[in-house]
C-alpha cells in the first residue's frame, strides 16, 4: 500500500503513548494520533491540564505502525501466543531490530500477548483530524493488521455533531468501529456548570450520528456531577437522552473529585457540593429506572463504581439490576460501611461478595485501626477514590 505524507511539519520524536484508555480496551494497542484534548475545560478533569493540543503528523504515525508491524512480525516467528519466553530471547531478538525503539517494542510484545484483537486511537478526541487523514490511516492500519477486529477511539460529541455524514460513513468503512463518548450528563444545567461544550441536544445529535454510520457507540454517565442540588436532575436528564440515543453501551463513571481540578476548588469554596457515596447509590438506582424503550448494554466496569456487578442488558436485566442497589440498602448501616471501603480496597464487586469472599474480616479490621465510621466514612471514600483517576 503506498503510503502518503502529511503535509504538516512534525518532528519525530519515536513511539508515542498517551496518558489514558477506557479500561475495556486494555488489552488495545494505544496509537496516538493527537496529543492531549482540544476542549480541556472540563471542571472535574485533570489528565490534560497545562497540555497544549497538537495533531501529529500522518507520516509520523505511520512510522510508529510500521514499527509495530516490523516488531510483530519479528515476535511472531520465536514467540507463541501464551507461550513463556526467556527474557534473554527477547533481549536477543530486540537488539536484532535495525529500528530501537524500546516503548515501541514493549506495546507490540503486550498486544502480542493479548493476542492483537483490537486498536485504540488516542488521545481524547481523534476524529477532529481531517476526515481524509483520519480515513487513509484507518485503511493503512487494517492494511498492516488485517487480522485485528475492532478499531476505538474516543471523540467529543461536539466534534462528532459537526462531522459530516458521509465522512463517517467512510471512517466506519475503513474500519472505526467503536466510538467512546464522555456524555457525563444529559443536564443543560450540569453541562454548563462543569464546562462541557456540549448540550443534551448535541450529545443527543452525536450519538445518533454516530449510530447511523454504523458504529458502536460507548457513552459515558457520571452519577454525582450535578452535585447534591442536581442529583435527581442529573439522573433523570441524562436517561432521557440515552432513550433517544439508545448507544450500544452505558458506561458508569461514578464522580471523584480530584485535588488540582476546578471542581476541588467549587467544593472548597462551598460552590459545589458532592453527595455521599449513598445519594449516589440512590441517583443511580433513579438513572437505571427512568432507562426505557431502550436495549443497551450497562456497565459498571471501574473501581470508582460502588456497584461493579451492574453489568447486564437492557431491558430484561433492569430489575437484576436495580436490585443490586437494593440489596446494599438493605443492609444495616454497620456493613454498609464495610462495603463501601472493602469495594474501594478491590476486595468486593458486589454487596453479595461480603459473603463469599473471605475477606470481611480483613475491612472490618481496616476500619477498627482507621476508625472509619458512619459518620466519616466518605471523607475515606474520597481519599481512596482519589488512587484511581
Known amino acids: ?44 478533569c485533570r489528565v490534560y491540564k497545562r497540555r497544549d493540543f497538537s495533531l501529529r503528523s500522518v507520516e509520523n504515525i505511520i512510522q510508529d505502525i510500521d514499527l509495530i508491524h516490523t516488531y510483530v512480525g519479528g515476535i511472531r516467528q ?42 485504540f486511537l488516542q488521545d481524547a478526541n481523534s476524529v477532529i483530524m481531517k476526515p481524509d487523514d483520519l480515513v487513509f490511516l484507518l485503511e493503512y492500519i487494517r492494511h498492516c493488521f488485517p487480522e485485528t477486529q475492532r478499531l476505538t477511539s474516543y471523540a467529543r460529541s461536539q466534534t462528532l455533531a459537526r462531522i459530516k455524514d458521509h465522512d463517517l460513513e467512510r471512517m466506519t468503512r475503513a474500519g472505526l468501529n467503536r466510538i467512546h463518548v464522555g456524555m457525563e450528563t444529559g443536564s ?11 448540550t443534551k441536544e448535541i450529545h443527543i445529535r452525536a450519538g445518533l450520528k454516530v449510530k447511523a454510520a454504523g458504529m458502536e457507540l460507548s457513552e459515558y454517565v457520571m452519577p454525582g456531577i450535578g452535585g447534591i442540588d442536581l442529583s435527581i436532575e442529573n439522573a433523570m436528564e441524562t436517561a432521557s437522552a440515552l432513550n433517544i440515543i439508545n448507544p450500544d453501551f452505558i458506561r458508569i463513571r461514578t464522580l471523584a473529585v480530584t485535588n488540582g481540578t476546578q471542581l476541588a476548588q467549587e467544593r472548597e469554596q462551598g460552590i459545589f457540593e458532592k453527595p455521599s457515596d449513598t445519594m449516589m ?13 431502550i436495549d443497551s448494554q450497562v456497565k459498571s466496569d471501574h473501581i470508582l463504581n460502588l456497584f461493579e456487578t451492574i453489568n447486564g442488558k437492557l431491558p ?74
Open 1 to 44: 500500500m503506498e503510503k502518503r505524507k502529511s503535509q504538516k511539519k512534525d518532528s519525530y520524536r519515536g513511539f508515542e503513548q498517551g496518558p489514558i484508555r477506557p479500561p475495556s480496551e486494555a488489552d488495545s494497542l494505544l496509537l496516538r494520533l493527537t496529543r492531549n484534548c482540544p476542549w480541556n475545560l472540563c471542571t472535574f
Open 78 to 119: 520465536i514467540v507463541h501466543v501464551g507461550g513463556k519466553v526467556d527474557q534473554e530471547v527477547i533481549n536477543t531478538l530486540y537488539n536484532s531490530f535495525e529500528t530501537k525503539d524500546r516503548v515501541a517494542f514493549n506495546a507490540a510484545m503486550d498486544w502480542y500477548a493479548s493476542g492483537m484483537e483490537s486498536i
Open 281 to 293: 447509590a440512590k441517583e443511580l438506582r433513579l438513572f437505571l429506572e427512568s432507562l426505557d424503550g
Open 316 to 389: 430484561e436485566d433492569k430489575e437484576r439490576l436495580v436490585g443490586i442497589i437494593d440489596s446494599f440498602f438493605d443492609l444495616p448501616e454497620e456493613l454498609r460501611v464495610f462495603y463501601q471501603v472493602g469495594r474501594r480496597m478491590g476486595f468486593f464487586r458486589g454487596p453479595e461478595d461480603m459473603e463469599i469472599s473471605g475477606s470481611l474480616d480483613q475491612v472490618k479490621q481496616a476500619c477498627k485501626y482507621y476508625g472509619v465510621t458512619p459518620g466519616n466514612v466518605d471523607t475515606v471514600i474520597d481519599e481512596l477514590m482519589k488512587r484511581f483517576v
Open 188 to 198: 443543560d444545567t450540569v453541562l454548563k456548570r462543569i464546562r462541557k461544550g456540549a
